[in-house]
């Protein structure tokens, strides 16, 4: 993931509101599969997205990063 970013040369920022209305998540039997648009200081939005888990566990959630890439 490290190598990811640093190929893609810009730095990242923190995600503005309205990354989620282009966010994407979808349930898979067990959790949910979630692609976040990332942000950088150099494009704003950019190609890269943060390919996550997130699994429900009663009241709280437990998230695994699978990846950082360009689709």
Do not use: F, K
């Amino acid at each position: 993931m490290t190598d990811n970013i640093v190929e893609y040369g810009a730095r990242l920022v923190s995600l503005p509101e309205n990354t989620w209305q282009t966010s994407v998540c979808i349930w898979m039997l067990d959790y949910w599969e979630v692609l976040v648009d990332l942000y950088t200081m150099e494009e704003g939005a950019s190609d890269l997205v943060l390919h996550m888990r997130v699994y429900e566990e009663g009241p709280s959630y437990t998230y695994e990063v699978v990846n950082v890439y360009v689709p």
